[in-house]
């Protein structure tokens, strides 16, 4: 992604692992965020080395983890529903299927389900619960997947247009891509600014919007055809975003933080984070 038509934007501190400063640059044709620098191939696996990086897990810990585990089971039979309407059952692939509940989810409501996760940690769980993986995407065939999702994992790749590409190549031609990003558009965005927590520099590379994803998707002949809003979102980023800001979980802010940028999402259609539903043309 060539970063020559960009310009500053923000500068962000990741919170989770190093305490390092980023800047983020924008790109007004896309109206898309590009963290700078990006941290080397090499380099970009310790940036995920927190205990708080909660989805590498089946933790039960906390209050917070307790409320996440919650609100991931309702998620999932939304996704499920959603996977459903918007396609017969076949294939499935799951790019970043973390500890494996989705895939554990279709595959028992009758897909034919296979998963890459680069975590051998989240690995290890999914497996136990009989889901299958493959290394990288080299080792699948053109035209295989009904369906492709990617569960807030898009904006972790590190080549994004060669990512795309290999969606378009994988996917069957009546096929649908089903990807959840957040959206830095949205009203807890705006208030948060630097403290927003799914900024998550370095590890989120891309910072899109809904324009972005028309746009990157379009190159490939990936037509975007309806956007969904991720309501629990707003509420799991702004308390994540008050314990940045202020040091402590300030669970009724948030709350309050995460009900009035849902409200503002309906009216301006902006919400925390989004599902683009994809289909190949």
């Not at 897990?57 to 998620?75: C, H």
Request: glycine letters at 6%.
């Amino acid at each position: 992604m060539n970063i020559s038509n960009t310009k500053p934007f923000l500068k962000v501190k990741d919170y989770s692992v190093s305490g390092e400063t980023f800047q983020l640059l924008h790109d007004a044709e896309l109206d898309m965020l590009i963290t700078h620098p990006q941290p080397s191939l090499d380099t970009l696996p310790s940036y995920y080395e927190s205990n708080d990086y909660i989805s590498h897990t089946d933790g039960n810990r906390s209050l917070f983890e307790k409320m996440y585990q919650f609100v991931k089971g309702i998620a999932l039979k939304n996704k499920l529903r959603l996977l459903n309407f918007h396609s017969q059952k076949g294939r499935i692939l799951d790019i970043g299927a973390g500890v494996g509940d989705f895939l554990a989810v279709a595959k028992n409501d009758g897909w034919e389900t296979v998963g890459i996760e680069p975590s051998e940690k989240a690995k290890e769980i999914a497996i136990k619960k009989g889901v299958p993986f493959v290394e990288n995407l080299v080792a699948l065939e053109n035209n295989s997947f009904d369906v492709i999702t990617m569960w807030h994992v898009l904006e972790h790749v590190p080549n994004l247009e060669h990512q795309i590409a290999e969606l378009k190549r994988l996917l069957k031609p009546s096929g649908t891509i089903l990807v959840a990003v957040p959206n830095f558009n949205s009203y807890d965005a705006n208030y948060y600014g630097k403290f927003w927590a799914a900024f998550d520099v370095p590890i989120h590379l891309w910072h899109f919007s809904k324009t972005a994803i028309e746009i990157l998707f379009a190159k490939e002949n990936l037509k975007l055809v309806k956007v969904l809003p991720m309501k629990f979102d707003s509420f799991y980023v702004s308390l994540l975003s008050e314990k940045y800001k202020s040091g402590k979980m300030n669970y009724i802010k948030a709350f309050f933080i995460g009900l009035k940028s849902n409200r503002y999402g309906s009216k301006n259609l902006e919400y925390s984070s989004h599902i683009y539903v994809i289909k190949n043309i």
